[in-house]
């Protein structure tokens, strides 16, 4: 099994990035690869229905 943990905040080490790392520790512990991705600092934007 494969975990994408997604933070959005803008924050790189917030209470977001800190609790995430906080369940990577209990997932690494069951064998289970964790990938997280800071994404709040990137410019994303919505659909613009490109077709």
Do not use: H, W, Y
Not at 1 to 17: D, Y
Not at 29 to 34: L, Q, S
């Amino acid at each position: 099994m494969k975990v994408l943990a997604i933070n959005g905040s803008p924050r790189m080490n917030g209470n977001t990035s800190i609790a995430l790392n906080e369940m990577k520790k209990v997932f690494d512990e069951e064998g289970i690869e964790v990938e997280i991705v800071q994404i709040g600092n990137k410019n994303v934007r919505g659909c613009i229905d490109c077709g």
